[in-house]
């Protein structure tokens, strides 16, 4: 069974950067698509990027031109690279995956928090 592992958050000020991880234990080959949520307080969670096993990828507007998703197929990692970060970039960020399976429900990691002072 895949599981997820963020990493990397941490408190920025404004202007900043950071490079959030996602450990992925298990196959990859199994995953349709992966993706960087956010949620901040008192907020839904939101999509941040996703990416498909066919290297499509698809940005929020707010982050365009600011972060940066990859994947590191041999580390079973993707990143999310946030450049020029904003005080209202504040949330926890979740890693999640898709499975081609119709079995398999997406699953979530536990979560890293990024913070950005202005």
């Known amino acids: 069974q895949v599981q997820l592992a963020e990493s990397g958050g941490d408190s920025v000020q404004a202007g900043g950067s950071l490079r959030l991880s996602c450990a992925v234990s298990?196959?990859?080959?199994?995953?349709?698509?992966m993706g960087w949520y956010r949620q901040a307080p008192g907020k839904q969670r939101e999509l941040v990027v996703a990416i498909t096993s066919a290297g499509l990828i698809n940005y929020a507007d707010s982050v365009k031109g600011r972060f940066t998703i990859s994947r590191d197929i041999a580390k079973n990692t993707v990143y999310l690279q946030m450049n020029s970060l904003k005080p209202e970039d504040t949330a926890v960020y979740y890693c999640n995956a898709q499975f081609w399976s119709l079995n398999q429900s997406p699953t979530w990691g536990q979560g890293t928090q990024v913070t950005v002072s202005s």
């Open positions: 298990g196959s990859m080959f199994s995953i349709k698509a």
